[in-house]
């Protein structure tokens, strides 16, 4: 039977992170110990030097940037929805009476 993705905290991923940096473990070495994937660990380190603040937001959540950016591109599209809508009303309304 495969066995499903494992999940981690973000105290898990920070705490595996200080391992590597502030006791001077090699990635490989905490990885192994941790029963984490190498690559796994890179990555984290990766995010958490990055972002220190926002890093590891949890599933389906993204950074603040990132929602900020998405918010943005919903609101464009709804006024460019908007400004399509009353385009065609000015057009509607200014051809007068037959």
């Known amino acids: 039977m495969a066995e499903g993705r494992r999940k981690y905290t973000k105290e898990f991923k ?8 502030e006791e001077g473990r090699t990635v490989s ?10 690559s796994a660990l890179g990555r984290w380190r990766r995010e958490l030097e990055k972002h220190p603040a926002d890093a590891f937001p949890g599933k389906g959540h993204l950074m603040p940037q990132e929602e900020e950016l998405r918010r ?3 609101e464009n599209e709804d006024l460019k929805e908007d400004r399509a809508i009353l385009k065609k009303a ?4 200014s051809k007068g009476p037959k």
């Open 14 to 21: 920070v705490e595996a992170v200080r391992l590597v940096k």
């Open 29 to 38: 070495q905490v990885a192994r110990d941790l029963g984490v994937d190498v």
């Open 72 to 74: 943005l591109k919903r």
């Open 90 to 93: 000015l057009a509607i309304f």
